[in-house]
């Protein structure tokens, strides 16, 4: 089955730096890639998403990039801001409506 | 915003117990899943259900668990005979095609003793 790694596991940046979270996938057949939000205690948020056919994807301060052929996705915070402090997931799909593979969850602290 | 309901949001009970957690998807989504987070674990899947029927399922969701909708709002999971590594958030989701993405709810803890 499909196995995600995602790193780092916790990050810690000033309020506006950048933060960058990596996450990779061993099925080469999955070719949709979400990212979820998570503040504690709350559910799961979709923040944004990408499909194998697209490189790149942006929305505001957050974009997502994938390679497909080294089989690795990123997501990218620009001018982070405390209230972007929470656990990022990412997952791997075959398709949308497909059960997610999710990753192990990076914990991303923004420092006022 | 449409949501996704669960209810109990927390729950605790007795080794061995039966326990059910409930669940009200999105009135227009087809697609239902059950997932399970263990404390600082990353999510889990554990099924999922289309069409009145199991789609798919993981290595966790063995004969101790069930899901049925019994009416034409509710999605449910059962667990028969509870143990104490059942301890996690529950998280039911929906799903719609031509929307990317789950809509999670907000999970329901249960906790095992």
């Known amino acids: 089955g499909e196995n995600v790694e995602q790193h780092p596991s916790t990050l810690s940046v000033q309020e506006g730096d950048s933060a960058v979270i990596k996450c990779t996938y061993s099925d080469s057949a999955s070719n949709y890639f979400p990212w979820y939000k998570q503040e504690l205690g709350k559910r799961p948020q979709l923040i944004i998403d990408?499909?194998?056919?697209?490189g790149e994807k942006k929305d505001q301060r957050i974009a997502v990039t994938l390679n497909k052929t080294a089989k690795h996705f990123s997501l990218h915070i620009t001018e982070t801001q405390p209230e972007d402090s929470a656990v990022y997931f990412c997952a791997a799909s075959i398709r949308a409506g497909n059960q997610f593979y999710f990753g192990t969850g990076t914990s991303l602290t923004v420092i006022p | 915003e449409p949501e996704v309901t669960q209810t109990p949001s927390h729950q605790v009970t007795q080794m061995g117990q039966e326990v059910i957690l409930r669940c009200v998807p999105i009135?227009?989504?087809?697609?239902f899943y059950w997932y399970r987070q263990i404390l600082g674990q990353k999510v889990e899947f554990l099924v999922s259900f289309y069409n009145n029927e199991i789609s798919e399922k993981s290595e966790i969701f063995d004969d101790q668990f069930s899901v049925e909708r019994p009416d034409g709002s509710n999605f449910t999971l059962k667990i028969r005979s509870t143990k104490l590594e059942d301890s996690a958030m529950y998280f039911c989701?929906?799903?719609?095609?031509?929307?990317?993405?789950?809509?999670f709810g907000s999970g329901t803890r249960l906790t095992v003793v």
């Open positions: 009135s227009n989504h087809l697609y």
């Open positions: 990408i499909r194998s056919n697209v």
């Open positions: 989701a929906s799903f719609r095609t031509g929307v990317y993405g789950y809509t």
